[in-house]
C-alpha cells in the first residue's frame, strides 16, 4: 500500500497536465487531439485564387467535377470531367481529374487554412518523359 502511494505521489498525475502514469510510477506526456467531423465537398462549390487565375470548381460526385478557370486576360475555360475525391484527413482534400486536353490535375484542398496546392501535368514532347508539370498554390474559398 504505501508503494502504490509513494508511486501515485511520485506520478502526480491528474487531467489538467494531461500525464499518465504507468504501473512502474513513472510519467509519460499524452496528447489530445480535437475530433473534427470530416469536411465533405460532393454537391458543394468553391473559389480558387491563384496568381495569374482564377477557378471556380463544382464538387459534383466523388467521381466528377466541373471546373471553370479565367485568366489574368479573361481567357475563359470550362470543362466536366471524370474525378477522384478522397478526404486524406478530415480537412484536407485530394482531388484528382484528367483534362480534354491530357492535362492531369491533382488538387490537395486544405479547408482549414483555406489554401490549395496543385501540380498539373502536361504532354510536351521536348521533355525527357514527354511529360512537363507545374505547381501553384492558391487561396480556396468554399461558396456558401
Not at 477557378?55 to 489574368?72: G, P, R
Amino acid at each position: 500500500m504505501l508503494a502504490a502511494t509513494a508511486a501515485m505521489v511520485a506520478c502526480n498525475c491528474n487531467e489538467s497536465c494531461k500525464k499518465e502514469c504507468n504501473a512502474e510510477g513513472t510519467v509519460s506526456a499524452t496528447t489530445e487531439m480535437a475530433s473534427v467531423a470530416p469536411v465533405n465537398l460532393i454537391g458543394k462549390a468553391a473559389v480558387i485564387t491563384y496568381p495569374e487565375l482564377k477557378a471556380e470548381i463544382q464538387y459534383l460526385s466523388e467521381n466528377q467535377v466541373h471546373w471553370k478557370t479565367t485568366d489574368k486576360d479573361g481567357k475563359v475555360e470550362e470543362e466536366t470531367n471524370p474525378a477522384f475525391i478522397r478526404n486524406i484527413t478530415p480537412t484536407v482534400i485530394f482531388v484528382n481529374w484528367v483534362e480534354n486536353s491530357g492535362m492531369t490535375i491533382s488538387q490537395v484542398v486544405d479547408t482549414e487554412k483555406g489554401n490549395v496546392t496543385v501540380y498539373g501535368t502536361v504532354t510536351d514532347e521536348k521533355a525527357a518523359n514527354k511529360r512537363a508539370a507545374m505547381v501553384m498554390e492558391g487561396s480556396w474559398q468554399l461558396q456558401q
